[in-house]
């Protein structure tokens, strides 16, 4: 039996191509569980991967997609019946294992999740590895003490996956946000998420470096990394908290140690890929009662998988606004 993939193959010469091909099951990697996929997302790993940059594909063929959500087919794990709706993230499928750019996926059954029951499977692919990520970082904030009274939030790379669904539901939560931002032309889409103030990237990294900054942000999502990441924990109020979770901007940082002495800020890591059963259980339980999935509609586009080369260069160039739906039987 066979199904539609988009399967990114590598040339003797080293060139890394991607193309929608017919695909045997029997091809498929060993796993508990069976998934026919209904919905993926498109990340910035998802970029790097169908372009062969980062390292993350080391055996081709391979078919990308880290994060994607359908129902079980087949499985021999009894907490899944067929039928069931679930949904995946990290445990590097889609760069280790194949992912979910194809109408099939088998993977371990621990790294599923049963949907809750009012969770649609293109919803919970609306929030995806992105939405998952946000949730966890807000959750830190508030176990260090970070509340809607404590002061404004800041999130960085605001108009990407992550940052987009941050600020729409950091807004739903009670919190004011600003949003940091390195495109200029998703101002108004910001502010309309719930962001009351927007930072244009050039400016705020123009500002004249110093050891200590104007406190400014009770906590920030920093979706970046960093120079970026290095400027904001100079304007951390005392006692604040930084959720980092992105390294766009490289994994270097660049700062000093005022922050964590005379202000006492907490910089705590996000890592969404091997996150405990009952974690990612609990985050997309109140990523479901919490988002506003009307709200966030606007910034959500679908693609089949034949336009997906294309949208891998955009999303790596930061042309991507907000969501990228994946449709593999598209």
Known sequence: MTFRA????KAEDGAVSSTVQAIDEI????????VDVE???LNYKDGLCLTGQGGLVRTYPHVAGIDFSGRVRESSDVRYRI?????LTGWRVGET??????ERARVKGDWLVPLPANLSTRDAMVMGTAGLTAMLAINKLEFLGITPSTGEILVTGAAGGVGSIAV???KRLGYAVAALSGRPQHADMLKTLGAVSVIDRSEFLAQPDKPLESARFAGVVDCVGGDIL???LRQVAYGGAVASLGNAAGIGLSTNVLPFLLRGVTLAGIDSVMQPFDARVAAWTRLTNVFDFPAYEGNVSEVGLAALPEQAQAILKGEVKGRVLVDPRA
């Open 39 to 41: 919905w993926a997302g």
């Open 230 to 232: 290095g400027k904001v």
């Open 97 to 102: 294992q194949w992912g979910g750019y194809a």
């Open 83 to 87: 039928g069931d709706p679930v949904v």
């Open 168 to 170: 729409a539901l950091l």
């Open 6 to 9: 988009l399967l990114t193959e």
């Open 27 to 34: 091809r498929l990697p060993e796993g508990d569980v069976t």
